[in-house]
């Protein structure tokens, strides 16, 4: 779409929260899952109907702005709705522990990460095997072009702007489970995943997956190693040095304004 979408990481707080009211009204954890995914996808096709088309053809700046303003929006709502208190969140693979030595791993753990792969792995199979996922990828080169070829590009970007709002979702469920769930959760998380993109390359699935990787393992190493206060200041680092170094990330296309799709 050619947007930095600030506001997705409301969309990671909005998601936690969702499935949090449908377990506590009695649907197990999955259902729980797929129900706040599904309801946070349709809300991200009617943000994107509402603030985000009325703005197509202005500058990108204009764009840029709105998605700020609804980030500070969805995240005042949050704190309006769901209150400042920090929320336990119901851990849905249990608590079992895996020990090793001096390694220990929680089953909720291994299957967040389990549940990051399959999300992942389905992620890349929409993009790379539907005739939608080859739309939406025509629509990132040239919108123009793929217009003429009879593609609806209006209707592409409202089921991309669903589709990541529901990734989106899945990953504050996930993350949740592990933590806890707040109102301003996805602040903080929405620049380290933006950090993770530019790190991996804008526009590459794959390289999104590495930058993220890379950073939780430098947040990781710094907090064991350095401090755990200078933490977040060493991945923001990160994305400075990114920016002044590689510019367009690890696995982005020279050339291209947001790497490779």
Request: hydrophobic share 55%.
């Given at each position: 779409?050619?947007?930095?979408?600030?506001?997705?990481?409301?969309?990671?707080?909005?998601?936690?929260?969702?499935?949090?009211?449908?377990?506590?009204?009695?649907?197990?954890?999955?259902?729980?899952?797929?129900?706040?995914?599904?309801?946070?996808?349709?809300?991200?096709?009617?943000?994107?109907?509402?603030?985000?088309?009325?703005?197509?053809?202005?500058?990108?700046?204009?764009?840029?702005?709105?998605?700020?303003?609804?980030?500070?929006?969805?995240?005042?709502?949050?704190?309006?709705?769901?209150?400042?208190?920090?929320?336990?969140?119901?851990?849905?693979?249990?608590?079992?522990?895996?020990?090793?030595?001096?390694?220990?791993?929680?089953?909720?753990?291994?299957?967040?990460?389990?549940?990051?792969?399959?999300?992942?792995?389905?992620?890349?199979?929409?993009?790379?095997?539907?005739?939608?996922?080859?739309?939406?990828?025509?629509?990132?080169?040239?919108?123009s072009t793929a217009a003429l070829m009879g593609i609806n590009v209006h209707l592409i970007k409202t089921f991309v702007y669903a589709v990541s709002t529901s990734v989106g979702a899945a990953a504050g469920i996930l993350f949740a489970s592990l933590t806890f769930t707040v109102y301003d959760m996805g602040l903080l998380m929405g620049i380290k995943g933006f950090t993770a993109a530019v790190v991996g390359g804008l526009?590459?699935?794959?390289?999104?997956?590495?930058?993220?990787?890379?950073?939780?393992?430098?947040?990781?190493?710094?907090?064991?190693?350095?401090?755990?206060?200078?933490?977040?200041?060493?991945?923001?680092?990160?994305?400075?040095?990114?920016?002044?170094?590689?510019?367009?990330?690890?696995?982005?296309?020279?050339?291209?304004?947001?790497?490779?799709?």
């Amino acid at each position: 779409m050619n947007l930095l979408n600030f506001a997705h990481g409301e969309s990671f707080m909005l998601g936690a929260f969702v499935a949090l009211v449908l377990a506590s009204s009695g649907m197990s954890l999955p259902v729980a899952f797929i129900g706040s995914l599904l309801i946070l996808g349709i809300f991200g096709a009617i943000l994107e109907r509402v603030a985000i088309r009325p703005l197509y053809g202005k500058t990108e700046l204009n764009l840029f702005v709105a998605t700020i303003g609804l980030s500070i929006l969805l995240r005042q709502a949050g704190l309006l709705l769901f209150g400042s208190d920090a929320v336990p969140f119901p851990e849905g693979f249990g608590t079992s522990l895996i020990v090793q030595g001096t390694v220990r791993i929680t089953g909720q753990q291994v299957g967040t990460i389990i549940s990051s792969i399959i999300i992942m792995i389905g992620l890349n199979l929409l993009l790379k095997r539907t005739k939608i996922g080859i739309a939406m990828r025509a629509v990132a080169q040239d919108d123009s072009t793929a217009a003429l070829m009879g593609i609806n590009v209006h209707l592409i970007k409202t089921f991309v702007y669903a589709v990541s709002t529901s990734v989106g979702a899945a990953a504050g469920i996930l993350f949740a489970s592990l933590t806890f769930t707040v109102y301003d959760m996805g602040l903080l998380m929405g620049i380290k995943g933006f950090t993770a993109a530019v790190v991996g390359g804008l526009g590459s699935l794959p390289g999104a997956v590495l930058g993220g990787l890379l950073l939780g393992l430098v947040e990781q190493l710094s907090a064991g190693f350095i401090s755990s206060l200078y933490r977040d200041a060493i991945s923001l680092s990160i994305l400075i040095l990114v920016l002044l170094v590689l510019p367009t990330g690890i696995l982005g296309r020279r050339g291209s304004k947001w790497g490779k799709v």
